[in-house]
């Protein structure tokens, strides 16, 4: 298979995949998109989900990540996250128990800054719990 991207997925702290797939959906901010091979140039905000690939074998892979942005450009795609998880990096009960509190701290959060912090550390922890069902 010839009609392949590059696709690199980062964090400020490691990289967190690199190789070549034949498609990947990811979380743009309106919602989610797909990436084929030759992709118009495109950078776009991404929110916290999941980012879904294809390799060049027909294989899925899944990561889950934070908010940041992704740039297309000549078959190469680079996904820069604050954050990003493969499934091996999550552990499901304790993202599970996570999640649980978060939602009732939610619930009693005042500001309007707290409630949108939690709200998108939820949304993180639902992609990374997604991520382990698949």
Do not use: Y
Request: hydrophobic share 45%; glycine share 4%; charged share 25%.
């Amino acid at each position: 298979m010839d009609k392949l991207l590059d696709l690199e997925i980062v964090t400020p702290q490691r990289p967190l995949f690199q190789g070549k797939i034949a498609s990947v959906t990811v979380p743009g901010e309106l919602a989610p998109f797909q990436i084929l091979f030759n992709h118009a140039p495109i950078v776009s905000t991404l929110t916290p989900g999941v980012v879904a690939a294809k390799d060049e074998n027909g294989n899925s892979l899944f990561f889950a990540v934070g908010t940041g942005f992704v740039m297309v450009q000549e078959n190469k795609v680079w996904v820069c996250v604050d954050k990003a998880f493969s499934r091996n990096d999550v552990d499901k009960t304790q993202t599970e128990q996570l999640l649980v509190e978060l939602k009732s701290k939610l619930l009693h959060s005042k500001s309007e800054k707290e409630k949108a912090e939690i709200a998108t550390r939820i949304a993180e922890l639902k992609a990374q719990i997604e991520i382990c069902e698949k």
